[in-house]
């Protein structure tokens, strides 16, 4: 039987809507004409397809398709998806006139859900443990509940709404993702997805450093998005993953090949969080492993490795003016440690500011949505890029404490512990090499997203949530095959003792 892979439909999908976009941007027209010229495929892709291929479509879309707030193309250029950027990620009440500011992403996750819920069967689909879902829903209750308390509190209702945009629609989406992904079936499908998007966005990293930039002797601050970062950092770990687990020499030559691509485009894309994230993934893989031949080999190499790396470093790092591509990475690495430059100073006095905030403020509950936090050290006025940057801050983590104080910080930080938990049980009780490749990537993911929350913004982040909810839904999944598999090897064990024949 031939394993559904879901690669051509992704890629006619993604060069569907890239040519769409494209079209439009050439045409100079706006972009309700995308959304004229798309919406026949949403509606197709969020009403009419079974649901898991609608979970699919939106993973595929809602990490391809770039958040205009994310600011595509660094300034240097107008993305060629911009269409497609509002079509889905845009405020329908700008875009359309639509009562309220809603994305219409948020909708297409909202449908999801209902569908999925509706024509959930157990007896067909895998169905999630219900601790998972309970903790979600937890999350969309706390998540409710903090908005409210804010707003009874004066809070501003506007800020407010960006402020809780992509936290509502994280469960929102999780939810769908539980209800409509079968289990095992998609795996591999999912993980196709991740991979080809990554690809393409890998693709579109080289067409701005080559094509818009080389003609003007620029060399780009980053050439897409923050959200790239994870994008890249999942790939990568999936076919890390997937290498580790099946070890054929196909899977060691789509991470030589694929893995290389996605390399290079985080070195071009110039995002030192991305290194910081996957190698942060990398690490608890790699600790997580059972002691085993292989591993005592990978750590021997290491020990040979690192001194040769730590040397890269240092040659490659200590001229920061060197704009040879070869020591992009070693530059990077450096930055992170030294954290000498603007961006890490601005984070560093950001960070005091929200310390001061959180102890200025009831450190148990915490004001609620709609207030924004005290910034009594400025070293840079963004006010003009980022009006509401003091209603959300770069490090998720530290503004949800300002936001929730640590009774709310807790209820919804719980989510990352818990896809921690499932992935590591959907490793251990796994029966073959995929679904143990599941667990090890959802305990790498965890810890990517945790990175990007702390670096830059991960929970205000659409392709971040998106990656997550499809990572929870992945490893409970898995989960809840296992403890199948075992559960009938203990009813036929049974029966064997009984004599029953």
Known sequence: MKTDTFAKETLL?????????????????????????LMPLMFYATIRAPVHITARVLVALGLFIEPPDMIPGAGYWVSPLEGANETLYGSLKGLINFPVSFPLFFFCA?????????????????????????????????VLGMWGYGMLRGGSPTPSFFQVLQ????????????YSIRGKDDFRALATIIVLVALARSALVAWVYLVVCGPLGVV????????????????????????????????????????????????????????VGLGAGMVTIILFLPPSVAKRKVFRQLMWITPLLVGYIVVGGANPADKNPVYAPARLV????????????????????????????????????????????Q?????????????????????????????????????????????????????????????LFGLGMTFVCITADWGDQGLTSFPNLVLFAVTYAMVT?????????????????YLLSTGYT
């Open 13 to 37: 999908l993604l060069a569907f809507v890239f040519l769409t976009s494209l079209f439009v941007r050439q045409m100079d027209a706006k972009p309700i004409f995308a959304f004229i010229l």
């Open 110 to 142: 909202g449908i999801l859900w209902y569908r999925a819920r509706k024509t959930y069967k157990p007896v067909t689909f895998m169905p999630a443990p219900e601790p998972a879902i309970r903790m979600v829903m937890v999350f969309l209750a706390v």
């Open 167 to 178: 936290l509502l629609t994280l469960p929102i989406f999780t939810l769908g993702c539980l």
């Open 220 to 275: 780009p601050e980053y050439a897409t998005t923050h959200g790239d970062s994870v994008i890249f950092d999942a790939a990568f770990l999936i076919l890390v993953c997937h290498f580790i687990e099946v070890r054929t020499k196909r899977a060691l030559v789509r991470l030589l090949v694929f893995g290389g691509i996605v390399l290079v485009a985080i070195a071009m894309n110039n995002r030192r969080l991305a290194f």
């Open 334 to 377: 450096t930055s992170v440690i030294e954290q000498n430059d603007t961006s890490s100073d601005a984070r560093d006095v950001e960070n005091d500011n929200l310390l001061l905030t959180l102890d200025e403020n009831n450190p148990i509950v915490g004001p609620g949505f709609g207030f924004e936090y005290h910034e009594v050290t």
């Open 379 to 439: 070293l840079y006025d963004i006010a003009q890029y980022f009006p509401l940057y003091k209603f959300i801050a770069h490090n998720s983590v530290l503004w949800l404490l300002t936001i929730g104080g640590l009774a709310g910080f807790t209820a919804l930080w719980m989510l990352f512990a818990f896809n921690a938990y499932f992935s590591a049980r959907a490793y251990r009780l796994a029966r073959s090499p995929n679904e143990r490749a599941v667990g």
């Open 477 to 493: 999944k898995a989960t809840a095959h296992g403890e199948r598999a075992i559960q009938i090897e203990r009813d036929v064990a």
